[in-house]
């Protein structure tokens, strides 16, 4: 049978990643300590994986892990940035491949970029983790070699550009997802349940970092498995695959409703006093405003290329920590004042500040592509380390500082708490009004271009029809945007019920379906006790923000 075009993009020649992996599976060199991945596979099975296509990349959704890195990934300058010829393209191609040195053509050549010498010089780009498991085969490639008419098959133009990510662009990835508009919300989350509630976002921290490394275990269980949702296929097959690619971009979806609301409160803030009649309707400002963001920011989710709005995102590290300077310059140097008092421990709504600060450490969905695509992969657990211990700080710092300086009167974003009149405090609130500009389109680009594959069948109609997906997304996080507009129920809710699924719940529950027999009494127990806590707070959290939005809806 012939294959469709996005079917054939997935089949790229695997000559020169075997002629590099056997060097490794024959001299047993430890460059990374895990030579065990590389020595225990039978025969068979190698055979098996070579006369077939990755079977984990089949399956909808195949545009994940291309469009989940250009969401994620901070760029680092190239040669094709600045304008030299670009790489050709085809349709789907899976950027999962940014781990594997696969010779990519140049319209004029007919040769790879690199030298077979030149790709000796780099070792083999996935290995096995060092602890609590016994040895692990290798991920030999499994994808399907196929004709030169096929790697040049047509692409969609948001293809980012393979590349290896170092140790330092690996952590700045890993914050980029972390450091997110959680930060606003971690005094609000004090205020809800109490000085005794800072225990609960460091107690995520803590269990968030370890399922994280779970992921790693779960990635390198099997050959062929990059991203979330094959780890969901690994352990529950495709209903499993479906299921937690469905659960992950509802959460990016969710995303682009709070950046909605995120504009609106702080434009409204500004300008308090906008209104617009339109006919018989009477628009203020906060439903003005969030109507102009929305047209805002629909050009850019009809964009194909996104990589101009991936460099300018990779400033939302710097936009996290520019604002939380600013909110400590009012607080230290300004000196508007501090109260020392404060509730120690709500317990009626401690429920609510549990799903804000679960919220914080919603970026699972990126760590195995972080992984993947990592230069060495033995670092993962150190760029973990050191992405949660930043973001812990700061979220710990804001929390505190954010709290005393504003008390009970702590809106569900600090912003808002601040003096207008103050310079700190307009840096801060125009730099959260700018920064969601260029992360919405980002976001909603995975859900996007997973209903694209789903509904799109006739590619001569694809584009008009990919203009009104994107247009109907954004129309629609719109309108749930102002019938739900309170940002910090919102955040909770989002934080209870999908990123405790996606970051407590789901990595325990996939480690102990695909390496079960693998794993002793004391790893499953944790996992068993993570999954526990992860259904209380998740089943306490959503009743009670769901609660809270219908008593302010009523």
């Known amino acids: 049978m012939k294959k469709s075009v996005s079917e054939q993009s997935l089949y790229i020649e695997s000559d020169e990643e075997d002629h590099e992996e056997k060097p490794y599976d024959a001299g047993g060199d430890e460059q990374d300590g895990n030579d065990s991945d590389f020595s225990n596979y039978s025969n068979d099975n190698k055979n098996s994986h070579q006369s077939k296509p990755n079977s984990y990349n089949t399956s909808w959704p195949q545009s994940y892990r291309q469009s989940i890195d250009l969401y994620s990934s901070v760029p680092s300058p190239s ?64 994808i399907k ?66 399922t994280g490394i779970l992921l790693r275990y779960c990635l390198d269980s099997q050959p062929g498995i990059e991203t979330y949702p094959d780890i969901g296929q690994a352990a529950f097959g495709k209903v499993g695959r479906i299921a937690i690619s469905i659960i992950l971009y509802v959460e990016l979806y969710a995303c682009c409703i709070e950046f909605i609301i995120l504009e609106s409160d702080n434009l409204s803030s500004l300008f308090p006093n906008v209104h617009l009649s339109i006919g018989g309707f009477e628009l203020n400002s906060h439903h003005f405003f969030a109507l102009m963001t929305a047209l805002a920011i629909l050009p850019t989710v009809w964009l194909r290329d996104l990589s101009i709005l991936s460099y300018i995102s990779a400033g939302g590290v710097i936009a996290s920590v520019l604002v939380v300077a600013c909110l400590f310059w009012v607080g230290l140097v300004d000196k508007i004042g501090f109260q020392t008092n404060g509730t120690m421990l709500n317990l009626s709504t401690l429920p609510v500040s549990i799903g804000l600060y679960g919220y914080c450490y919603s970026g699972h969905a990126v760590f195995p592509n972080i992984y993947t695509s990592m230069e060495k992969p033995n670092q993962y657990p150190a760029v973990l380390l050191t992405s949660f211990g930043i973001s812990t700080l700061l979220y710990t710092g804001v929390a505190i500082l954010g709290y005393m300086m504003f008390g009970e009167s702590t809106e569900s974003q600090f912003t808002l708490n601040m003096p207008q009149d103050l310079v700190a405090s307009k840096i801060a609130v125009w730099t959260t009004v700018v920064n969601p500009f260029t992360k919405y389109a980002l976001t909603m680009s995975p859900v996007a271009m997973s209903l694209e594959e789903l509904i799109l069948s006739n590619h001569k109609k694809s584009r008009i029809y990919s203009i009104l997906i994107r247009t109907a997304l954004v129309m629609s ?47 499953g127990s944790v996992c068993i006790l993570i999954i526990v806590l992860g259904v209380i707070a998740s089943g306490f959290g959503t009743y009670s923000a769901v609660s809270k939005i219908i008593e302010n809806l009523s």
């Not at 491949?97 to 010779?103: F, G, I, K, S, V």
């Not at 010498?117 to 991920?139: A, M």
């Not at 133009?157 to 330092?168: A, C, F, M, N």
């Not at 789901?506 to 102990?512: E, K, M, N, Q, S």
């Open 477 to 523: 996080t719109l309108l749930v945007a102002l019938s739900i507009p309170f940002f910090g129920l919102v955040m909770a809710f989002i934080g209870s019920l999908l990123t405790m699924l996606v970051t407590l719940i789901l990595p325990c529950a996939c480690y102990l379906s695909i390496l079960r027999g693998k794993i002793n009494l004391f790893q």
């Open 79 to 142: 040669l094709n940035f600045l304008g030299t010829p670009s790489l050709p393209k085809s349709s789907y191609l899976s950027s999962s491949l940014t781990r594997r040195r696969t010779p990519e053509i140049l319209p004029s050549l007919g040769k790879p970029l690199l030298s077979e010498v030149e790709d000796e010089k780099f070792p083999p780009q996935r290995r096995s983790s060092h602890s609590l498991l016994p040895p692990i085969p290798s991920k030999k490639s499994g």
């Open 145 to 210: 070699k196929g004709s030169l008419d096929e790697k040049e098959a047509k692409v969609s133009d948001e293809l980012p550009i393979s590349r290896q990510s170092s140790y330092g662009q690996a952590v700045l990835n890993g914050m980029n997802v972390l450091c997110g508009v959680g930060v606003f919300s971690t005094p609000y989350a004090v205020k809800e349940g109490g000085w005794l509630g800072i225990s609960v976002l460091l107690t995520f921290a803590v269990l968030s970092y370890y």
